[in-house]
């Protein structure tokens, strides 16, 4: 049973790492659309809005202008 529980931890922690490394090779318009997308669906998956939201920004720090959100919701 515990080989089961430590399996699960590492398969949910390389998922997560391969979500933030996903959204990192993604274009900038493209990660707007998506964040537009999100936006405006009624049912939201959060933790994908918000690793959106904080990749624009931590891109827009770095200097690209075109990921500028007028509202970061973090």
Do not use: N
Not at 35 to 47: A, D, F, G, I, R
Request: charge should be neutral; charged fraction near 25%.
């Amino acid at each position: 049973m515990k080989l089961l529980q430590l399996l699960a931890v590492v398969l949910l922690a390389v998922g997560c790492a391969s979500e933030s490394k996903r959204i990192q090779s993604v274009s900038t318009p493209e990660l707007k659309l998506r964040h537009t997308q999100l936006v405006e669906e009624v049912v939201q998956p959060p933790k994908e809005k918000e690793q959106i939201e904080f990749e624009l920004l931590q891109r827009w720090q770095a200097g690209d202008r075109a990921a500028y959100l007028p509202v970061f919701s973090l």
